[in-house]
């Protein structure tokens, strides 16, 4: 028997490859089917089952292209509904996969259709539970994405408390806890960064486990403090359910090299968004104009379904050489599946082809610090208010980059605007759609408040160091 967690970092989501006697089963997979694929050759193995542990709502799942490819069949747990054929389980049905068993626990809370998958090894023994998003490592699924209007979150918080007491945490506390997903996901409040830990542990630690919660603790305390969910979730959540295009189909189209004059003509009659892949610096020295930049090298995938709300957009991407297929993928794992092509030799090709071309002035942390002292200056700082509220300099405007198209209005037009966030991710982000939108006076802070921070520039504390 052997268990692999495949875990993507971006994303902050495990898949989970197991495997038996020459038999194999794949449990959430990314969009991109070919490593699981791959694995199952080198290792002389046949995909028998593609398990789902629910219809996710932060990435688009490969189930459909996995099960295309290797004729497993799809598995959901009871209350699924899928568009397309699957088999559901029903609670305490058993799959064989060599010498070992996964059996089926539906524990509807964070979904209705939510079950998670317990191995049991060749005598019989529970080994693993693959809880999906029903139990994480710290935490447990938020139960506000799956509302129907029947049903509130504290309707579905009341089911997750059932489903945890009545079968899971009656599970020896040896066996492994896998969950769906680390820290850094939107699908719940208080991850850890841990990835696995075994059951006992998390009875001891998880706060959602203590023995003597009561189920209005458990509701009150599980739903206190959700932040809105992205915009991208309910679309993927209909893409998982009702399909998708063949990864092959988004990669063949999005990967098509296209000359600066086809670049330009295709954004021109397609309205497409030019999405800038590039760093934030190398981006910041020159870029097309009203093109959007995020970075493939922060988290790529999660800001590009925040701030871009349609998933349908026409995208035409430019990326560092050698990347396309890489920024592509990642576009499709959230359901971006429009790209039309890339700007072949990146920028560098546009810049050669004598186009148009726009920058963003950067300025220091220590050249704030000295200009703040001789007039006041319009700082925004586009953290998230949790950041904000723990330290932040002195005066500055509080716009968070999540909800830039809503408070549009709020950043002043008239004067010169001084960007940061953390580390200088996100305040490039947010300096590009200011650009695309027509507002001229914009300066981004190298280092972000990290920088800041090391200086002497007045800083207001909240509660530094909670």
Same mark, same amino acid.
């Given at each position: %028997?052997?268990?692999?967690?495949?875990?993507?970092?971006?994303?902050?989501?495990?898949?989970?490859?197991?495997?038996?006697?020459?038999?194999?089963a794949?449990?959430?997979?990314?969009?991109?089917?070919?490593?699981?694929?791959?694995?199952?050759?080198? $290792?002389?193995?046949?995909?028998?089952?593609?398990?789902?542990?629910?219809?996710?709502?932060?990435?688009?799942?490969?189930?459909?292209?996995? +099960?295309q490819?290797?004729?497993?069949?799809?598995?959901?747990?009871?209350?699924?509904?899928?568009?397309? !054929?699957a088999?559901?389980?029903?609670?305490?049905?058993?799959?064989?996969?060599?010498?070992?068993?996964?059996?089926?626990?539906?524990?509807?809370?964070?979904?209705? !259709?939510?079950?998670c998958?317990?191995l049991?090894?060749?005598?019989?023994?529970?080994?693993?539970?693959?809880?999906?998003?029903?139990?994480?490592?710290?935490?447990?699924?938020?139960?506000?994405?799956?509302?129907?209007?029947?049903?509130?979150?504290?309707?579905?918080?009341?089911?997750?408390?059932? +489903?945890?007491?009545?079968?899971?945490?009656?599970?020896?506390?040896?066996?492994?806890?896998?969950?769906? #997903?680390?820290?850094?996901?939107?699908?719940?409040?208080? %991850?850890?960064?841990?990835?696995?830990?075994?059951?006992?542990?998390?009875?001891?630690?998880?706060?959602a486990?203590?023995?003597?919660?009561?189920? $209005?603790?458990?509701?009150?305390e599980?739903?206190?403090?959700?932040?809105?969910?992205?915009?991208?979730?309910?679309?993927?959540?209909? %893409?998982?359910?009702e399909?998708?295009? *063949?990864?092959? !189909?988004?990669?063949?189209r999005?990967?098509?090299?296209?000359?600066?004059?086809?670049?330009?003509?295709?954004?021109?009659?397609?309205?497409?968004?030019?999405?800038?892949?590039?760093?934030?610096?190398?981006?910041?020295?020159?870029?097309?104009?009203?093109?959007?930049?995020?970075?493939?090298?922060? *988290?790529?995938?999660?800001?590009?379904?925040?701030?871009?709300?349609?998933?349908?957009?026409?995208?035409?991407?430019?990326?560092?050489?050698?990347?396309?297929?890489?920024?592509?993928?990642?576009?499709?794992?959230?359901?971006y599946?429009?790209?039309?092509?890339?700007?072949?030799?990146?920028? $560098?090709?546009?810049?050669?082809?004598?186009?148009?071309?726009?920058?963003?002035?950067?300025?220091?942390?220590e050249?704030l610090a000295?200009?703040?002292?001789?007039?006041?200056?319009?700082?925004?700082?586009?953290?998230?208010?949790?950041?904000?509220?723990?330290?932040?300099?002195?005066?500055?405007?509080?716009?968070?980059?999540?909800?830039?198209?809503?408070?549009?209005?709020?950043y002043?037009?008239?004067?010169?605007?001084?960007? #940061?966030?953390?580390?200088?991710?996100?305040?490039?982000?947010?300096?590009?759609?200011?650009? *695309?939108?027509?507002?001229?006076?914009?300066?981004?802070?190298?280092?972000?408040?990290?920088?800041?921070?090391?200086t002497?520039i007045?800083?207001?504390?909240?509660?530094?160091?909670?």
């Amino acid at each position: %028997m052997k268990i692999e967690q495949i875990y993507t970092g971006c994303l902050a989501q495990g898949a989970y490859f197991i495997q038996s006697e020459g038999e194999a089963a794949v449990i959430d997979p990314l969009r991109e089917v070919a490593p699981y694929l791959d694995k199952a050759s080198r $290792e002389g193995a046949t995909i028998k089952y593609v398990f789902e542990t629910h219809f996710h709502a932060d990435f688009v799942s490969g189930h459909l292209d996995l +099960s295309q490819k290797t004729g497993a069949p799809i598995v959901y747990g009871p209350q699924a509904n899928p568009s397309f !054929e699957a088999h559901i389980a029903h609670n305490g049905e058993e799959f064989k996969i060599g010498k070992v068993t996964i059996k089926a626990i539906h524990t509807p809370g964070h979904t209705m !259709e939510s079950t998670c998958y317990l191995l049991l090894d060749e005598g019989g023994k529970p080994t693993a539970l693959f809880s999906g998003d029903t139990l994480f490592i710290g935490d447990v699924g938020r139960p506000d994405l799956a509302q129907k209007s029947d049903l509130t979150m504290h309707d579905l918080a009341g089911y997750l408390y059932d +489903s945890l007491r009545s079968k899971i945490m009656p599970l020896p506390d040896d066996v492994v806890v896998y969950p769906a #997903h680390g820290a850094g996901s939107a699908c719940g409040k208080n %991850m850890s960064k841990e990835t696995s830990d075994t059951l006992g542990n998390q009875k001891q630690t998880n706060y959602a486990l203590r023995a003597d919660m009561t189920r $209005e603790e458990f509701i009150s305390e599980v739903t206190d403090g959700l932040l809105a969910p992205p915009q991208y979730f309910p679309q993927n959540v209909r %893409m998982n359910r009702e399909g998708y295009d *063949s990864i092959d !189909e988004v990669l063949e189209r999005g990967v098509q090299a296209l000359s600066p004059e086809a670049f330009e003509a295709a954004a021109n009659e397609t309205g497409a968004l030019v999405l800038d892949t590039r760093p934030a610096q190398e981006f910041a020295k020159g870029f097309v104009p009203n093109s959007i930049n995020i970075g493939i090298d922060g *988290s790529f995938a999660p800001w590009v379904g925040a701030l871009i709300p349609d998933l349908k957009q026409p995208l035409l991407i430019i990326t560092q050489p050698g990347r396309e297929e890489e920024v592509v993928t990642r576009l499709a794992r959230v359901g971006y599946d429009y790209t039309l092509g890339y700007l072949e030799g990146s920028f $560098e090709a546009w810049e050669k082809a004598g186009k148009e071309v726009d920058t963003i002035d950067s300025i220091s942390a220590e050249q704030l610090a000295e200009q703040i002292k001789e007039g006041n200056l319009t700082v925004v700082d586009v953290r998230k208010p949790t950041e904000y509220e723990v330290e932040h300099v002195e005066g500055a405007l509080n716009l968070p980059l999540d909800s830039i198209s809503e408070q549009m209005a709020e950043y002043p037009k008239d004067k010169t605007l001084y960007l #940061h966030c953390a580390g200088g991710y996100r305040s490039m982000v947010a300096a590009s759609i200011l650009k *695309s939108r027509g507002f001229d006076k914009v300066l981004d802070i190298q280092g972000g408040f990290g920088a800041l921070a090391k200086t002497d520039i007045p800083r207001t504390v909240y509660a530094k160091g909670e």
